[in-house]
């Protein structure tokens, strides 16, 4: 079983629709969370950050942490074009945390 | 803005060749690591390195080496390339104690 599971995809919406990606992970010690963006033929962007649970919002963009059930989720309201790419999420433990546990990456698609 | 660089985008060698990748980091971060970012598997670490000329094995070291002699550069070393190392192989980095990593633009290896 991997340590973090994310559907590949590829997902795709429309214009101006709310987008949910998600990642569910077994290791119960993970606390930093993040979720970063790859456009094509390019290296990861960090997105987002969050550290144990909770609700981060930064403009469109909300992570949500969800500890009990190991799931964590990133929303993008008003979603663009531009949002067009794959998202990858990411999460360490304390004790460890320069080992990084990734998720395979989820493509996203918004057609104008 | 934290800059990390790789010296080649793209990358075709012959199998055999030793291959070198070099990364370089503009904001003075102690932590630097190797990845191979394959489909369906998503990223894997190579090699990180925490010092100048410290390092650590990752989840898939063997057929790799890595040289760190100074702090802002950070080298991965193919000994005899191999075709089932052909790879978008990324860099990154990260301030001590912390646990954001940037990564940079990648660089798209074909072993022939």
């Known amino acids: 079983q991997k340590e973090v599971e994310q559907d590949p995809g590829p997902l795709s919406v429309p214009e101006g629709a709310i987008v949910s990606l998600n990642c569910t992970y077994s290791?119960?010690?993970?606390?930093?969370f993040m979720w970063y963006r790859q456009y094509s033929r390019k290296g990861p962007e960090l997105l987002m950050y969050?550290?144990?649970?909770g609700n981060k919002e930064d403009g469109r963009f909300t992570a949500q942490v969800d500890k009990s059930s190991k799931y964590i989720s990133l929303f993008i309201r008003d979603s663009q074009p531009s949002d067009s790419a794959t998202y990858l999420c990411?999460?360490?433990?304390?004790?460890?945390?320069?080992?990084?546990?990734f998720g395979s990456g989820t493509k996203l698609n918004v057609k104008p | 803005d934290v800059k990390v660089t790789q010296s080649s985008r793209y990358l075709v060698k012959r199998t055999g060749e030793k291959v070198f990748l070099e990364c370089v980091q503009d904001?003075?971060?102690?932590?630097m690591f190797w990845y191979r970012q394959d489909p369906g598997l998503g990223l894997r670490l190579i090699y990180f390195?925490?010092?100048?000329?410290?390092?650590e094995k990752g989840d898939i070291p063997e057929g790799y080496s890595v040289s760190r002699e100074k702090k802002e550069r950070f080298s991965l070393i193919l000994e005899s390339a191999s075709t089932n190392q052909t790879s978008m192989y990324l860099c990154?980095?990260?301030?001590?104690?912390?646990?954001?990593?940037?990564f940079g633009p990648g660089t798209r290896l074909t072993v022939l």
């Open positions: 990154a980095s990260s301030p001590g104690g912390t646990d954001t990593q940037y």
């Open positions: 290791n119960s010690a993970f606390q930093y």
């Open positions: 969050t550290y144990s649970s």
């Open positions: 990411a999460m360490s433990a304390k004790a460890n945390f320069n080992k990084f546990y």
């Open positions: 904001m003075d971060h102690e932590n």
């Open positions: 390195s925490y010092d100048v000329k410290m390092k």
